[in-house]
């Protein structure tokens, strides 16, 4: 299995940043796709961005030119750079990793980081 924990969440105001992290471990050997969801109260968690092992990246409309995925494979880390943030960024962020085990591709989330927007 893998285990994923994120950090760097907290509380900002609209047009900053903030740097998320998502630390690997266990089968890192075996991981595929990263990304980042976010769930904001009352709706559905959504896809934020993407990177595959080569370093293919894949964002949300609501976030490009304003996100930026990226993954350290040696560090087992997942960062998400976030930049303008708004009010309708606030939501709790999620990682995701795709793993590989007996024959099929498997689903481990971390436990989500809270990041708030004010206005």
């Known amino acids: 299995q893998v285990q994923l924990v994120e950090s760097g969440g907290g509380l900002v105001q609209a047009g900053g940043s903030l740097r998320l992290s998502c630390a690997a471990s266990?089968?890192?050997?075996?991981?595929?796709?990263m990304g980042w969801y976010r769930q904001a109260p009352g709706k559905q968690r959504e896809l934020v961005a993407q990177?595959?092992?080569?370093?293919?990246?894949n964002y949300a409309d609501s976030v490009k030119g304003r996100f930026t995925i990226s993954r350290n494979n040696a560090k087992n880390t997942l960062y998400l750079q976030m930049n303008t943030l708004k009010p309708e960024d606030t939501a709790v962020y999620y990682c995701?990793?795709?793993?590989?085990?007996?024959?099929?591709?498997?689903?481990?989330w971390g436990q989500g980081t809270q990041v708030t927007v004010s206005s």
């Open positions: 995701n990793a795709q793993y590989y085990s007996g024959g099929s591709y498997w689903p481990s």
């Open positions: 266990g089968r890192t050997f075996s991981i595929n796709a």
């Open positions: 990177i595959s092992r080569g370093d293919n990246t």
